[in-house]
């Protein structure tokens, strides 16, 4: 499994941008899709972005297209994502998380990622 990180944990005001970083490490990044999902207090966790190996595929969640973009450096093991135009309602625990997956495919369900990193909190004020 690949052991991830994250940072830009934050608190902004609604319509405000912050900017997540998901750092790799312990396997050939590029060989592995990475997602982003959040968990809001009390409820599941859900899907929020994915990029495909070598980031020719992207997928978003209806509630986040449009606002926020995933990107990943390979050379640097990273993978980000910018979020704008937030909302109290995107205030949660954000999780990047990699799974196997082929060349030019991306995944979005939870149960398709096996290696999570140890979440950072996203807080937007109304």
């Known amino acids: 499994q690949v052991q991830l990180v994250e940072s830009g944990e934050g608190l902004v005001q609604a319509g405000g941008s912050l900017k997540l970083s998901c750092s790799a490490s312990?396997?050939?990044?590029?060989?592995?899709?990475v997602g982003w999902f959040l968990q809001a207090p009390g409820k599941e966790r859900e899907f929020v972005a994915s990029?495909?190996?070598?980031?020719?595929?992207?997928a978003y969640a209806n509630s986040v297209k449009g606002r926020f973009t995933i990107s990943r450096d390979n050379a640097k093991n990273t993978v980000y994502l910018h979020m704008t135009g937030l909302k109290p309602e995107d205030t949660a625990v954000y999780y990047c998380?990699?799974?196997?997956?082929?060349?030019?495919?991306?995944?979005?369900?939870?149960?398709?990622?096996?290696?999570w990193g140890q979440g950072t909190q996203v807080t937007v004020s109304s």
């Open positions: 998380a990699a799974g196997a997956s082929t060349w030019y495919t991306t995944l979005t369900s939870l149960a398709d990622f096996d290696s």
């Open positions: 312990g396997h050939t990044f590029n060989n592995y899709v």
């Open positions: 990029i495909s190996r070598i980031g020719f595929r992207t």
